[in-house]
């Protein structure tokens, strides 16, 4: 018989005939799993210094879902009236919710915190296969300062370790690119059925949010291109595996919803073809260059731009060029929509940040070492001191007072001295009953978008005239035993708090500085006094 070449053995994955590659794999399991530990143990100390309000949907489109399927009671906004939210994400924490309750750990601290806690171990898997895609593409020394620059941006440490959709869609963006052929070099092996891995993760990140199939038509593009199979690759992969996630999706939501939903459409519909994303707000087609993703890399931006260049890794760079152009075709825009492309940015920063080290390294002269190595060291140092304040203060400082409050009045409704709140302030400012786990009567004021424009929704008219609506509202209601609003709103109607009965018992910190509207720097809560 023939004896093959190691080139052979190589193209065939022949393990058993390639002692030297099988102690590879078990070095490279072994690491892994090294790499692994060390970012969860990371993002679990991520997770608990996250205690400030970012976006509604981290509660009201996740954790108030869930705690709606599992324990009976919670608000569904009026996206799930209108069918373009999938069941399939917030399922995820109802499994959660329900084993703590199995396990009688539904207290207001589990319930706080468990669910930012295993969102850490998703987010670990995402960091693991960044360290991953950096190894394969550009080796280890690349790969270990891919996932410093992970590890230390401020943006991801502020907004992965959340509930929201676009931290698991990030997390499976990442795993998909590492299994996906045509974003290696020919010569790097490829794990046995990466290609299914990679459309099943990439499947999954559509049915959670459909706006990923903007990342996936790019990636599958390029697949298509580099496919010696086309057909094979359309019709014996993409389209059963796609079929095999939306079917069972659309069974899950059939089930939720008590009808047939289908929730891509729907999300399309109202996002892309009528811009009904409009409705909370719209940016300059620029922003994401300009603002919004700068903002998100903030000082890693010059490295990564120095490690596109140097690496000339054009297909993946693009990716990111892709996206961005994409969504800023949208009017409204968030930070959090491009949050799955940021990893691949840091990627090409750590990409520069490797040569810079390596430079160093490679240098025999004394003195070009001595340069190098301080150019290195005050690169990482500039990272370090410019990230890790903002990342401490964006998560345990601002916007903090909304999540102080309702970890307050879960606490007292445990103890049974609450009995009725009222939040006049704008809508989703809070989380909801996820948070306090105490079925009472909550009231908030409503932002559901109207069909005809030009009406003024709840929150607004508030926001406009606080003393004229809260007049207007006290005419037919049965007083909240608490009222919670900001002190934004609180000169106006002070005097009508008092005047029915009202003190101030508590007041939390928010904010130093406006975001959308005037300064809310705290928020205050009233507690009604029986007569």
């Known amino acids: 018989m023939r004896k093959r070449t190691k080139a052979a053995e190589f193209a065939h994955g022949d393990e058993a005939s390639n002692p030297k590659s099988f102690q590879e794999d078990r070095n490279q399991f072994s690491s892994s799993k090294k790499i692994f530990l060390i970012c969860l143990l990371f993002r679990i100390t991520n997770s608990l210094f996250v205690q400030t309000y970012f976006n509604p949907d981290e509660h009201w489109q996740a954790l108030e879902v869930a705690h709606r399927i599992t324990f009976g009671y919670g608000h569904l906004t009026w996206e799930w009236t209108k069918g373009i939210r999938s069941y399939l994400h917030p399922m995820i924490f109802a499994v959660l919710y329900k084993v703590l309750s ?18 850490s171990l998703l987010s670990a898997f995402g960091d693991l296969y960044l360290f991953k895609l950096s190894h394969v593409l550009y080796g280890g020394h690349v790969a270990n300062w891919a996932l410093f620059a992970q590890l230390t941006n401020w943006f991801m440490f502020y907004c992965i370790t959340r509930t929201l959709s676009n931290s698991l869609e990030t997390v499976l963006t990442v795993v998909s690119l590492y299994y996906w052929p045509s974003l290696r070099s020919h010569l790097t092996k490829m794990p046995p059925g990466s290609r299914t891995y990679a459309l099943l993760a990439a499947a999954l990140a559509c049915a959670i949010r459909p706006t990923s199939a903007i990342i996936w038509v790019y990636v599958g593009i390029t697949e298509l291109f580099g496919s010696h199979n086309k057909l094979k690759f359309i019709f014996l992969q993409v389209v059963p595996i796609g079929s095999v996630v939306l079917g069972l999706t659309l069974i899950l939501d059939r089930l939720m919803y008590g009808s047939w939903v289908l929730v891509p459409l729907n999300f399309l519909k109202f996002n892309f073809f009528s811009s009904g994303g409009d409705y909370y707000g719209t940016h300059p087609w620029h922003w994401y260059f300009t603002q919004g993703f700068t903002v998100m890399i903030f000082t890693f931006l010059p490295f990564m731009v120095v490690g596109i260049i140097q690496s000339k890794n054009w297909k993946l760079s693009g990716l990111i060029l892709w996206v961005l152009a994409l969504y800023s075709v949208l009017g409204h825009k968030e930070f959090r929509f491009v949050l799955p492309v940021l990893p691949l940015a840091l990627l090409f920063s750590g990409y520069s940040l490797a040569n810079l080290s390596q430079q160093h390294s490679s240098n025999k002269k004394s003195k070009n070492k001595n340069k190098s190595f301080w150019k290195i060291k005050a690169a990482a140092s500039f990272l370090l001191v410019t990230n890790i304040p903002m990342a401490l203060y964006m998560s345990m400082i601002h916007q903090r007072g909304t999540e102080d409050v309702m970890n307050y009045l879960a606490k007292e409704a445990n103890h049974g001295n609450v009995k009725t709140i009222l939040f006049l302030m704008p809508c989703h400012s809070t989380p909801f009953y996820s948070t306090l786990h105490q ?6 004021l409503d932002c559901s978008p109207s069909e005809i424009k030009g009406i003024q929704d709840e929150s607004d008219r508030f926001v406009m005239d606080p003393i004229g609506f809260v007049s207007q509202y006290a005419k037919n209601w049965a007083p909240p035993s608490h009222i919670v609003l900001f002190d934004t709103e609180e000169k106006y109607i002070k005097d009508f708090l008092f005047s ?3 003190k101030e018992i508590k007041r939390f910190f928010h904010a130093h500085f406006k975001v959308d509207r005037d300064l809310q720097a705290s928020v205050v809560v009233y507690a009604h006094l029986d007569e």
């Open 439 to 444: 079925n009472l009567p909550m009231r908030f």
């Open 102 to 119: 199995l396990l009688h750990l539904d207290t207001p601290l589990f319930m706080i915190k468990a669910p930012r806690l295993f969102q």
């Open 500 to 502: 029915h009965s009202f």
